[in-house]
């Protein structure tokens, strides 16, 4: 008798619809950021770079240390679906701060985003690793991903249309008020996300191990420590996507054409997720993350190349960024929860996002400076960390799968 290949469990699809529906809503305000901050800031045009660091390594890092907490706590309890229900009801309330026109009100938007983010992400992950069977991991984070991208390229789209058709006046020349209807339409289908996440199915763990997770890397494997390590470099040189839209339109771009362009970053990780997740599974994480992080270096590397009046040429280097996305963010979680613990799953994702997401602060600050130095420098640097990442990684991991 044959056997019968394993199938997606509905909570992948449910999940998936909540990214959706989230991204559409994050990614209509997400491109027009940086020209709501230079809008408020006009007369202050130097602080647009710093305040810009400022707010994203603040926010991705406070949301970072609620990674880990949330994932413990999630082990620990051994419940994924309320935790992850507050961490996108949370987020969507916080959009509505965006209608209050000053720089530290957008800073506090940005936190309470993700803050919401941090309570969700590790439970909401381990929830889609415990509701599918190992073989198709890869392809259940790729599918995750590719929704949360489709919905990325959703709202980015509705951005662009809005603001090229409808509200002309948007730009980062013009008032702050001139963004708030995009920001009420973008309320909508966050809420929408959030109903998805009430139909989930709370995932069957088994009997709880005897041994409770603990808060401590040295719990884990050396491979997945030298993974943490590589992460930490990597992202010291991954400033926010906010640096690789300023300095797109810098080159000469239209805030239209940019918004344009990070449309089809978001198509081409969406077409391309799924499938390379798949990859993952038969070929091997460590592979494609080395692949995807080598490929990232080419493209910070070429941000920091293209000349001024040259802004076409980051046409080019947008979807090669798309590509890397497809190729890390689903391998990534999927590789995680690989080397894991059964019984702490959603804590060594939380000790991922933490390391990750606390690394985004001195990254965002570092990459905010050396903009107002030269605007290159902050991509060159990445390229370069991009590098040692790929080389802890070949070197320092050499086992995909845990005993446990």
Request: aromatic share 16%.
């Amino acid at each position: 008798m044959a056997s019968t290949k394993p199938k997606l469990h509905k909570n992948v699809w449910l999940t998936g619809f909540t990214s959706f529906f989230t991204d559409v809503s994050s990614e209509m305000i997400y491109p027009l950021i940086q020209a709501f901050v230079s809008s408020i800031l006009k007369t202050q045009a130097s602080l647009i770079g710093p305040i810009l660091g400022i707010i994203e390594g603040i926010a991705e890092s406070t949301a970072s240390i609620l990674k880990l907490f949330s994932g413990y706590i999630s082990d620990k309890i051994g419940k994924r679906k309320g935790l992850t229900i507050a961490g996108y009801g949370f987020s969507a309330l916080a959009k509505a701060l965006f209608f209050i026109p000053y720089w530290f009100t957008v800073f506090a938007a940005r936190i309470f985003d993700r803050i919401g983010k941090g309570i969700r992400t590790a439970p909401r992950d381990a929830l889609i690793a415990h509701s599918v069977d190992p073989s198709i991991k890869g392809k259940a984070f790729g599918l995750q991903r590719s929704m949360d991208f489709a919905g990325a390229f959703m709202g980015t789209l509705l951005s662009f249309l809005l603001i090229t058709f409808v509200f002309k006046d948007v730009d980062r020349y013009a008032e702050p008020s001139a963004f708030y209807p995009l920001f009420a339409i973008s309320l909508i289908p966050a809420f929408i996300g959030v109903i998805f996440l009430f139909f989930t199915k709370e995932p069957d763990i088994g009997k709880k191990d005897a041994h409770a997770p603990k808060l401590s890397l040295k719990e884990y494997t050396p491979g997945l420590r030298a993974f943490f390590l590589a992460q930490f470099f990597f992202t010291l040189g991954n400033s926010s996507n906010q640096f690789l839209l300023l300095r797109s339109q810098d080159l000469g771009n239209t805030l239209a054409m940019v918004t344009l362009m990070y449309l089809a970053f978001n198509l081409t990780t969406t077409l391309l997720a799924m499938p390379l997740g798949s990859l993952s599974d038969k070929i091997g994480r460590k592979t494609i993350l080395v692949t995807g992080y080598a490929l990232y270096g080419f493209v910070y590397l070429g941000f920091g190349l293209v000349p001024t009046g040259q802004g076409w040429m980051v046409w080019v280097l947008w979807l090669l960024y798309g590509v890397y996305y497809a190729l890390t963010e689903g391998a990534e979680k999927a590789f995680v929860s690989d080397l894991a613990p059964k019984n702490s799953v959603a804590t060594a994702i939380g000790f991922y996002n933490m390391i990750v997401g606390l690394t985004l602060l001195p990254a965002s600050i570092i990459a905010g400076f050396l903009y107002s130095l030269w605007q290159p420098l902050p991509f060159w640097f990445g390229g370069i960390m991009a590098l040692i990442n790929c080389l802890l990684i070949a070197f320092g991991v050499r086992r995909e799968t845990t005993s446990a």
